[in-house]
């Protein structure tokens, strides 16, 4: 199975409006489920970007989400350098969407449920990477060292501990992108594809039969 390029724009005001439109929609959610710790919408929207419009569009609307809502914060704003690791860690979906699309994984699957099954676990993961690449950043401006390397496997080891300690955040960040990939990642690239926006592209191979999955 050969690997799928990346759509083209036809011009830079179409790309530019939809960076604008997921950007919006990401913050809108984020600020909407701000009492949910962990739980965001967003990292499906990452994909969802990613996966269909290519890495052009994924990338920026990581930076300005993320920079965006790191500085206006609710719950307080973030140090500048943990908006690095933040924006390093977002991008562990803009990844997953990038290599989903352009390597076909989620068509190798046989049959829809499969495939429904396996976009959730590849925001699992996404979501373990983002954990993992954030917490350690915490961990750096928390944990001190004798070495460089004492100093970084401290940091390793706080970030493990406090991803789940003293309340479970891992999980439910995990738990809730299996669940949010599994659902809203399908039926937001089935909305997209029968609203005409996208009349090319990896969906209906997606969703549908195997039959149809061929090129």
């Known amino acids: 199975m050969s690997a799928r390029p990346s759509p083209i724009f036809r011009n830079v005001s179409s790309k530019v409006g939809i960076i604008a439109a997921f950007t919006a929609l990401n913050l809108a959610t984020d600020y909407m489920l ?59 979906y803009v990844l997953s969407g990038y290599l989903s699309r352009r390597f076909r994984l989620v068509e190798k699957e046989s049959s829809a449920g499969d495939r429904v099954l396996s976009i959730g676990l590849i925001g699992l993961f996404s979501a373990l990477g983002f954990d993992l690449i954030t917490n350690f950043g915490t961990g750096l401006s928390m944990v001190g060292g004798s070495s460089l390397q004492s100093h970084l496997w401290g940091a390793l080891v706080f970030g493990l501990i406090t991803m789940n300690f003293p309340l479970p955040l891992g999980i439910v960040h995990e738990a809730s992108d299996f669940l949010f990939f599994s659902t809203l990642v399908p039926s937001s690239l089935a909305l997209l594809s029968r609203s005409g926006l996208i009349t090319t592209g990896p969906l209906g191979r997606v969703i549908g039969k195997r039959g149809d999955n061929q090129n």
């Not at 994909?47 to 609710?74: K, M, W």
């Not at 719950?75 to 350098?81: I, Q, S, V």
């Not at 908006?83 to 977002?90: H, K, P």
Request: negative net charge; aromatic residues 16%; contains cysteine.
């Open 34 to 92: 701000t009492g949910l710790p962990n739980v965001k919408f967003m990292d499906a929207f990452y994909f969802i970007a990613t996966f269909e419009f290519g890495l052009s569009v994924g990338l920026p609307v990581v930076c300005f989400t993320r920079t965006a809502y790191a500085i206006v914060n609710p719950l307080g704003a973030a140090p500048g350098f943990l908006i690095v690791f933040l924006v390093v860690g977002d991008s562990m």
